[in-house]
Nanobody, 125 residues
């Protein structure tokens, strides 16, 4: 599935942004959906995932309570609502989706097949 991420930008610390990821030509039926991020000089890290099987959401400890992942299957779109943003949240955010991801691989980038192009989030202090 082809993914298109959007919604990044510059925001002050404490502010909010909502990232979107749209699938072209299909829905997310059966897919695990996730967001990762990559800061300059760092490896890509897991942010949040939403499983198709039970709609359970999982978050990195660093964003738990501040970020929310959600989806609209009919629209083929999922989002990452980011609140209380901090400078350490600055990164390029990538959306991704894949079928048949086991729970232990939710945070493993190589387990995902389809990736969006990334959208830059910059949080100023």
């Amino acid at each position: 599935v082809q993914l298109q991420a959007s919604g990044g930008g510059l925001v002050q610390a404490g502010g909010s942004l909502r990232l979107s990821c749209a699938a072209s030509g299909r829905t997310f039926s059966g897919y695990t959906l996730a967001w990762f991020r990559q800061a300059i000089g760092k490896e890509r890290e897991f942010v949040a995932a939403l499983k198709w099987t039970n709609s359970n959401a999982f978050y990195a400890d660093s964003v738990k309570g501040r970020f929310t992942i959600s989806r609209d299957n009919a629209k083929g779109t999922f989002w990452l609502q980011m609140n209380s943003l901090q400078p350490e949240d600055t990164a390029v955010y990538y959306c991704t989706a894949s079928r048949s991801i086991i729970h232990s691989n939710l945070g493993v980038p190589s387990a995902y097949n389809d990736w969006g192009q990334g959208t830059l989030v910059t949080v100023s202090s």
